[in-house]
């Protein structure tokens, strides 16, 4: 006989409902992980992109909390940070983060 409830299935994820839990955890992880990577720091004074480019700004310091779109453009959206931001506290509410 069966537990109520106990259907055999592995629990989901409510941030990613059609995969297991560890599963989405470890995708969340790591997309989290890579997003932090895009995100101007307080003293941050260079971006480094792909293909070996650099860019140097002391003007760096307005953006600092922002996330720069990607490895190969130097622009920081606000939908882009918000975005972001959104991903982390989820993350933070699922009790994953500090």
């Known amino acids: 006989m069966a537990l109520a409830g106990n259907t055999g299935m592995r629990p989901k994820c409510p941030l990613m409902p059609n995969r297991p839990v560890k599963e989405a955890g470890m995708r969340i992880e790591a997309e989290i992980l890579k997003s932090l990577s895009f995100q101007i720091m307080p003293g941050q004074s ?53």
């Open 46 to 98: 260079k971006l480094e992109f792909g293909d070996g480019r650099v860019l140097y700004s002391d003007d760096l310091k307005i953006f600092v909390g922002a996330f720069v779109d990607g490895l190969y453009l130097p622009r920081a959206r606000i939908d882009s940070t918000q975005h972001c931001l959104s991903a982390l506290l989820k993350y933070r509410a699922l009790g994953k983060g500090n």
